[in-house]
């Protein structure tokens, strides 16, 4: 165990090393007042190739920032009894199938399950043919700075996510729970911080946090060798080290943490070098709210034996 990263010890006390930017707060508030001025056109379409009895199947659309068309797939119980769980794919992963949300549908949880836009094999009209952009998707847009981010639009997805299923008369906005594993461990944290009023979020080793860590490790392991990527294809003498790191800082979910005001539980494997314990515990150190972590000393960036069911049964006792 521990092979490779800090000790327990300094794990608990490790308050990260991406730089935060100092105009970190403003960003993310016209960010948010950028989305509210989106009309989402939401709509919903039954999915006919997957037909229910005790529940309706449905294809969520809706638009976000920079124009995009988002989709998501969304299970509503014939009898809701007012929780929704919105679950969250990994990097360049597809969303759950269709089966695999009815468990939450069966406790009367309206669940949704978010494409991250460009990742998936599920297109949409807003597309471009070859737009699939998995293998740049975390350095995407770092050229334009800020603004320019992809991952600024897919946090900002989450956010408009949780506001639609939160706004249906079956859901009761406060009863919310958010999850995911790695990508969507990271994602849904930052619908736990963009939305404040969700209620409990189960992160599995979270992706998006504390990229310098991660580099300075320097695994050489997808996702984080992006960066070494880009630095040997944009600037191989690192003249722009600093000011690199410090805009993925505004797309770093430790500096967002500190927004969550529902209870947070982190699943961690100590081997894992695909999202080192270290950069999960930048961002796990600076919840302010409830939490607890569930420690996997032999485990790496893996299926964490009992993960699953164990947030299917937090998830119900928390909402």
């Known amino acids: 165990m521990l092979s490779f990263e800090m000790s327990s010890e300094e794990l608990t006390g490790y308050q990260g090393t991406n730089p935060r930017p100092a105009d970190f707060d403003q960003y993310w508030d016209k960010a948010l007042l950028e989305l509210d001025a989106v009309d989402p056109e939401t709509e919903f379409v039954d999915a006919a190739d997957f037909p229910l ?3 309706t199947a449905q294809h969520l659309y809706f638009t976000g920032t920079g124009g995009y068309r988002v989709h998501a797939k969304v299970v509503r119980p014939a009898e ?3 929780p929704a769980v919105l679950l969250f794919h990994g990097y360049g992963g597809e969303q759950p199938k269709w089966v695999e949300l009815l468990p939450y549908a069966a406790r009367g949880f309206t669940v949704a399950a978010l494409d991250v836009r460009e990742q998936v094999g599920f297109r949409t009209e ?4 070859n737009s699939f952009s998995l293998h740049n998707h975390l350095v995407h847009g770092l050229d334009d700075g800020p603004e ?24 009761d906005e406060a009863r919310i ?6 990508q969507g461990g990271g994602l849904s944290l930052v619908a736990a911080a963009l939305t404040p009023s969700v209620k409990y979020t189960a992160s599995v080793y979270p992706f998006l946090v504390d990229y310098q860590r991660a580099w300075e490790l320097n695994l050489e392991k997808a996702p984080y060798d992006e960066i070494v990527t880009w630095f040997k294809k944009r600037d191989p003498r690192h003249l722009r080290q600093d000011e690199v790191f410090t805009t993925l800082g505004y797309i770093d979910v430790q500096h967002l943490a500190s927004r969550i005001r529902g209870e947070v539980t982190l699943f961690v494997g100590l081997e894992d070098q695909i999202c080192p314990p270290s950069t999960q515990y930048a961002a796990y150190n600076k919840i ?14 893996d299926d964490l034996p009992g993960a699953h069911d164990d947030i299917y049964q937090l998830i119900g006792a928390k909402l």
């Open 177 to 182: 729970a958010t999850t995911g594993w790695s």
């Open 53 to 55: 009895t005790t529940a």
């Open 148 to 171: 320019g981010l992809l991952y600024r639009h897919v946090f900002l997805d989450t956010r408009r996510l949780a506001q639609i299923i939160g706004g249906l008369p079956d859901v």
């Open 126 to 129: 807003s597309q471009a043919a």
């Open 80 to 82: 809701p009894t007012g």
């Open 288 to 301: 302010t709210a409830p939490k607890s972590v569930r420690v996997y000393p032999d485990f790496g960036h």
